[in-house]
């Protein structure tokens, strides 16, 4: 092997899918909105809405709330639709973490980041953010980590959940084109010298730019990259439950030791010791080096023995170990002179076939798959128990359980465009308070998604993050063409939340080659 190759088998897709020229002219017609029941449509005469040949905006007000909903009397929930034909321009989807992998900011800022200015864009994949160290300076920004298996351009920025463990699926953007699928990641470190006592020369790696010693709502696989598992990974199976900087519940699953990469997209300065003080698994002093193109590890003068607080710098690697058994190791291999070699490697599950990480692939965590060759996974709101199918959160008002949230789709139809959705609304009232409150939540259950997707035609959905974090934007008309910032319009529904920072966004972009019928 070569020093720090990514392994990766070539495969083909074709080619195609969405967007408009910057500068291009004004709102191109739409057809009429189809007739969805329980929905009403939304006449929408934007005349500084932003769209191309091939990408349609319909958007839905609900008729009426269902028997017993809290919104009886309040404003009603909104479902907006992007279609978007391969078959009628040269446009694409892909995927943006804007101006660095390892922080958040909000979708419009991610969307100008991209020097094609994308006609619109959504909120993707879950997140949270990794905790604030003691000792931050002012204005350091809080590092945040994906829930599952991410890549941007052939680039891997975070290893898959564990699929016994977590019911996380991803949605693969290769050519421009999306897919659902289940995806796994091993990666892995071999060293040209062999420790003394003839220890290991190929080390598991346990996530890419991610706070090494915990897992954030996504239990890593415990395996050493190849199938068997891992004697030095006594990570915490069930997890435990701590509350993040925002307040919110979170499982975290600690790892104490463990090693971690960092690539120079993550854009961050490398995780310290307890960065997150309220888990505990990441106090280990640790152990950091640099890796070169070649291989070699190095640890300029300016760096200490302590890890964190260090930049990635361009087209090289940091890797931190945590725990004696792989701190003791990494130092042994700086102190040989030793080169490593980094396989990483991404595997589509369903179809036994690996993905090659290169520039055409884009990966994004999702959540749960809601629709799969036409069958609706969500078709009612409540099983044959009575419980929810779906629940991302739980408010309980006496017998009535509230399982309802912001829902972001992407799916595909049967006629091979993709459908984009959103369903949004103002937020319920607290039961006991009688006012707004964060743990009543808006939007819907699944099926409340599903079943006008369904009507739509859609073949194959994924849920994407959800609740606050639930954005569409769609570029505006831009008057001034010396002006590189674009402006973009929320069509995310009622809420009146401010725009949350994610982690990444999915957007409708310029590119790709028209697919015609029997081309």
């Keep these: 092997m070569t020093p720090l190759r990514r392994t990766g088998a070539a495969a083909a897709l074709a080619a195609a899918l969405l967007v408009t020229l910057p500068g291009a002219p004004g709102a191109v017609a739409t057809t009429a909105a189809p007739p969805l029941a329980g929905w009403e449509a939304i006449t929408d005469p934007d005349p500084e809405k932003v769209l191309a040949p091939g990408i349609e905006h319909f958007r839905y007000r609900e008729s009426a709330p269902p ?242 607080g260090k930049d990635v710098p361009r087209g090289k690697h940091v890797l931190q170990a945590i725990g004696t058994g792989p701190t003791a190791w990494l130092k042994e291999m700086y102190g040989l002179g030793a080169k490593l070699t980094l396989e990483q490697k991404v595997t589509d599950t369903l179809d036994d076939r690996e993905i090659p990480l290169d520039e055409s692939v884009d990966i994004v965590s999702g959540g749960h798959r809601l629709m799969m060759n036409g069958t609706n996974k969500f078709p009612s709101i409540r099983d044959a128990k009575g419980q929810p199918t779906s629940c991302a959160r739980l408010v309980t008002s006496g017998e009535q359980v509230i399982c309802k949230d912001s829902r972001t789709v992407v799916g595909v139809d049967g006629q091979g465009r993709t459908v984009i959705a959103t369903l949004t609304g103002p937020r319920d009232e607290n039961p006991q308070t009688g006012q707004a409150d964060r743990a009543v939540f808006d939007g819907g259950f699944f099926a409340e998604v599903t079943k006008p997707l369904a009507a739509l035609g859609v073949m194959d959905a994924i849920n994407l993050d959800g609740g606050g974090s639930t954005t569409l934007l769609i570029r505006q008309k831009n008057d001034n063409p010396a002006d590189t910032a674009a402006n973009y319009r929320r069509y995310s529904g009622l809420t009146d939340l401010k725009h949350r920072p994610v982690f990444d966004a999915v957007y409708v972009g310029l590119g790709g080659e028209v697919v015609t019928p029997g081309g």
Aim: hydrophobic letters at 30%; glycine letters at 10%.
């Design 67 to 308: 028997p017993g909903d809290l919104r009886h009397g309040k404003p009603r929930r909104e479902l907006n639709v992007l279609r978007i034909d391969p078959a009628k321009a040269p446009l694409r989807i892909e995927s943006t973490y804007g101006r660095a992998a390892g922080d958040a900011e909000i979708v419009r800022d991610q969307l100008n980041a991209n020097k094609n200015l994308p006609v619109a864009g959504i909120n993707a994949s879950f997140f949270s953010p990794e905790g604030r160290h003691a000792q931050a300076a002012a204005g350091e920004e809080e590092s945040v980590q994906s829930y599952g298996a991410t890549v941007r351009d052939g680039v891997l920025l975070g290893a898959a959940c564990n699929p016994e463990k977590a019911s996380r699926r991803s949605l693969v953007l290769q050519y421009g084109i999306p897919y659902i699928t289940e995806v796994a990641t091993s990666i892995a470190v071999t060293s040209d010298r062999a420790p003394a006592g003839g220890g290991p020369v190929r080390q598991t790696v346990d996530d890419v730019n991610r706070n090494p010693g915990g897992a954030l709502a996504c239990p890593r696989d415990e395996t050493d990259g190849v199938g068997d598992k891992d004697p030095d990974d006594p990570q915490d199976a069930e997890g435990r439950k701590y509350t993040d900087s925002e307040g919110r519940s979170m499982t975290v699953y600690q790892d104490p030791t463990e090693f971690v990469l960092f690539n120079d997209r993550y854009g961050m300065k490398t995780p310290r010791p307890d960065l997150n003080t309220a888990i505990g698994s990441d106090n280990s002093e640790g152990f950091e080096v640099l890796v070169e193109p070649d291989g070699s590890l190095t640890r300029p003068s300016s760096w200490t023995t302590v890890r964190g």
